[in-house]
């Protein structure tokens, strides 16, 4: 019987779970809290454990850097609402063997907690070897999670990755969200002289600024209220490999000078610890925002700017490689049939078409929300369109007026909505509505739109 390891804070919710768990036959242990989990994790060993992303004195993903430190073969699942669903794919991107989005369905829980354990059992020597199905690979951040695009942003990308790869240089990858940035840092660490060391993902948008310093740097036990036990940072944890800091730009100034100061000398303190500890990292951060008009404000010193941007690679837009976005479809349809059990041939000629003329604002993300969520609805052999979003209609709808622009009063509506998804970015905005920038700026002019 396989034993499973639950952390869930919410404790009616954990009761829930564990009551379906152990009816589908598998021995429940239960922790509220990541300490409980720590002390389980000390006593016994699992065969998997399931993980809560929020949790009231941790985070779901520094747990699992921390399972995944003193158990590498246990799988970790994530449990995550829908607006952490971002945060859980980067997870999956660190090694969490998958995750699920709340509220669930109870045969996608079955499923995934299935080919986790499937993933890491190993076979006796005269087991008989299955070839119809490949079994799933036990951390989809592999090789092949970069895929390479045919278009000719994906093309230069790919040669930027392979030039800066061997060396040893800070990397900043520039670009939208949801466009592969982490996927770009992790494929330059598996090329790389570090790639047998650790690769660290780090949201920085994640981090209170006031625990910033024990989460890049660790703390000792008792060095404030609430460490409750000695912990590893992430600069620590990553030594000898990788450190990706994504959306850099969200640290606080206070921060950006902690940052640097390790960066700069090589060396990083515990909170609580009068010990330097030596780290040799790379150092690859990401950010989907300008930080040269952040250095200009002020919102970004200029020191530690220059210091990650020793090289720029930019992550080119869903829209930017259009070639690219069947190749990705088949390949995220492919990913969802090993990850959900099923045999879904391909896509439908009409959802193909909806696909191409819609503006995927999520890019790659959205792109594999969309046909995950599909590959589970769908009962036929090919994805159709009734199982995509119904939102995903009203988006088109909305976008097929804009492409027209035959009515006035809904055409700058549109355009501030435009305006408002690029966060007032001119260049942006022009993009959604597919529109030249000089065809925005007079149509602003047109409707008085400040």
Known sequence: MPKILLIEDDISFCKL???????????VIIAFSAAEARLAIKNQSFDLILTDLRLPDSDGIGLMAEFKASNPETPVILMTGYSDVNTAVKAIKNGAADYISKPFNPDEVLLVITN?????????DDAPVKEKKPARKQTPANENEFVKGI?????????????????????????ESGTGKEIIAKSIHEQS????????????????????????????K????GAISDKMGYFEAANGGTLFLDEIGNLSYENQIQLL????????????????INVDIRIITATNEDL?????????REDLYHRINEFSILSPSLTDREEDLMVFADYFLEKANQQLNKEIIGFAPEVVKIFQNYSWPGNLRELQNCVKRATLLSRGDFIESDVLPAEFFQIQKQQNATGNFSLSDNEKETIIHALSKAQNNKSEAAKLLKITRKTLYNKLKQYNID
């Open 17 to 27: 779970l564990e009551k379906f768990l152990i009816k589908k036959e598998y021995e």
């Open 116 to 124: 986790a354990l499937h993933q890491t059992t190993p076979q006796a």
């Open 222 to 225: 008792g060095s404030f209220t």
């Open 193 to 220: 002289n570090r790639k047998n060391n650790n690769f660290i993902a780090v949201d920085c948008g994640a981090i209170p600024k006031e625990l910033a310093a024990s989460e890049f740097f660790g703390h000792l």
């Open 292 to 300: 040269r008009e952040a250095v200009k404000n002020g919102d970004f």
């Open 261 to 276: 100061r390790a960066l700069q000398e090589r060396k990083i303190k515990p909170v609580g610890s009068n010990k330097e």
């Open 151 to 175: 278009s000719v942003a994906s093309k230069k990308l790919l040669d930027h990755i392979q030039l800066v790869s061997p060396t040893d240089m800070s990397v900043l990858i520039i670009g």
